[in-house]
C-alpha cells in the first residue's frame, strides 16, 4: 500500500530496469497514471500523464518523474483507492504496466 498525502506535493522518481539492472531507454515513449476510488469508478480522482505534465519520462535513463501539485491533491475526498502506472511504447500499441496497487490517503489537516 502506498502512502499518498492530499494538500500536499506529491513527487516520485521511479527506475525502470531489465533483469541485469541496465535501464530501459524510454525514448518515444507516454506514459499515464489513474488513481481511483475503486477498480470500478469511472472517474480517477487523480490522472497524470505524460500530456498533463503530471509524468515526465528520461529517455536513456530509463526514468519516469511523477508530480501533482498541491493544488491538485487538495481536491482528493477519498481516504483510499487503487492505481497503476502504465508506458506506451512509441508504436502506440505495446502497453506496459510498471505499478499497480492500493493506495492510503491522508487527508489534509490544515488548510
Same mark, same amino acid.
Given at each position: 500500500? $502506498?502512502?499518498?498525502?492530499?494538500?500536499?506535493?506529491?513527487?516520485?522518481?521511479?527506475?525502470?530496469?531489465?533483469?541485469?539492472?541496465v535501464?530501459i531507454d524510454?525514448?518515444?515513449?507516454?506514459?499515464?497514471?489513474?488513481m481511483?476510488?475503486?477498480?470500478?469508478a469511472t472517474?480517477?480522482?487523480l490522472?497524470?500523464?505524460?500530456e498533463n505534465g503530471?509524468i515526465a519520462?528520461?529517455?536513456?535513463?530509463?526514468?519516469v518523474?511523477?508530480?501533482?501539485?498541491?493544488?491538485? $491533491?487538495?481536491?482528493?475526498?477519498?481516504t483510499?483507492?487503487v492505481?497503476?502506472?502504465?508506458?506506451v511504447a512509441?508504436d502506440?500499441? $505495446?502497453?506496459?504496466?510498471?505499478?499497480?496497487?492500493?493506495?492510503?490517503i491522508?487527508?489534509e489537516?490544515?488548510r
Open positions: 500500500t $502506498t502512502l499518498f498525502r492530499s494538500g500536499a506535493t506529491f513527487s516520485e522518481q521511479i527506475e525502470w530496469k531489465n533483469e541485469n539492472g535501464a524510454l525514448t518515444g515513449f507516454t506514459a499515464r497514471m489513474h481511483r476510488d475503486t477498480l470500478e472517474t480517477p480522482f490522472t497524470l500523464t505524460t503530471g519520462l528520461g529517455g536513456a535513463a530509463g526514468t518523474d511523477l508530480l501533482a501539485s498541491a493544488a491538485a $491533491t487538495s481536491s482528493i475526498s477519498a483510499s483507492g492505481y497503476d502506472l502504465e508506458l512509441g502506440g500499441v $505495446t502497453v506496459t504496466r510498471l505499478l499497480e496497487g492500493l493506495v492510503t491522508s487527508p489537516v490544515t
